[in-house]
């Protein structure tokens, strides 16, 4: 059964630049989707976007062309970079597989945006 | 944009009762290959989502056949047939016909 695991910093200054990984436990990246979500606290959840091992990506315009996600096969990792961060981007973000049917995701991580 | 609404949004349910939760899209999620792409999350109390139902009314692997789900065009349901209490939690449905992929707001499922 695989398993994801994301890992970054819980803590990032306004106007910077959030940095997220993936980690996915199997050599599967090549097989699926890889998707971004993400959580406000209290909240529902936000769907960020989603890669292909091939690099095509589709992200969520609400984001205003902030984010990037990335795939690193050799790795079997995928990240996500949302560039000039407010406190509105404080959420728990879950990496997924899959991009609509997301069928296995990672526990999420705690990100807090503050000055 | 696709926009998902959910009903109710708390759902407190007596075990061995049924339960249902409604969710509508803003436009229709059928495809044109026939298939509406719609589907069914549970997050539990402090844990990740995960997927319960697929393509309307397709049940994950290992889901109980207690869930189930229906709908079409614009309308879909989720019904557990006599709710137990590890059902308790968040109930997420996701339009996945159209980028930007949305969710409702939840529903939250709790015992009485």
């Known amino acids: 059964q695989v398993q994801l695991q994301e890992s970054g910093p819980g803590l990032v200054k306004t106007s910077e630049t959030l940095s997220l990984t993936c980690i996915v436990s199997?050599?599967?990246?090549?097989?699926?989707?890889w998707s971004w979500i993400r959580q406000p606290p209290g909240k529902g959840l936000e769907w960020i976007g989603y890669?292909?091992?091939?690099?095509?990506?589709e992200y969520n315009p609400s984001l205003k062309g902030r984010v990037i996600i990335s795939v690193d096969t050799s790795k079997n990792q995928f990240s996500l970079k949302l560039n000039s961060v407010t406190a509105a981007d404080t959420a728990l973000y879950y990496c997924a597989r899959g991009a609509g049917d997301l069928d296995a995701w990672g526990q999420g991580t705690l990100v807090t945006v503050s000055s | 944009d696709i926009v998902m609404t959910q009903s109710p949004l708390s759902l407190p349910v007596t075990p061995g009762e049924p339960a249902s939760i409604s969710c509508r899209s803003s436009q229709s999620l059928l495809h044109r290959n026939g298939q509406s792409y719609l589907n069914w999350y549970l997050q539990k109390p402090g844990q990740s989502p995960h997927l319960l139902i697929s393509l309307v009314s397709n049940r994950a692997y290992g889901v109980p056949d207690r869930f189930s789900g229906s709908g079409s065009g614009t309308d879909f349901t989720l019904k557990i047939s006599r709710v137990e209490a590890e059902d308790v939690g968040v109930y997420h449905c996701?339009?996945?016909?159209?980028?930007?992929?949305?969710f409702g707001q939840g529903t939250k499922l709790e015992i009485k």
């Open positions: 890669i292909y091992y091939t690099g095509i990506t």
């Open positions: 199997d050599d599967s990246i090549k097989s699926y989707f």
């Open positions: 996701m339009q996945a016909l159209q980028t930007p992929y949305s």
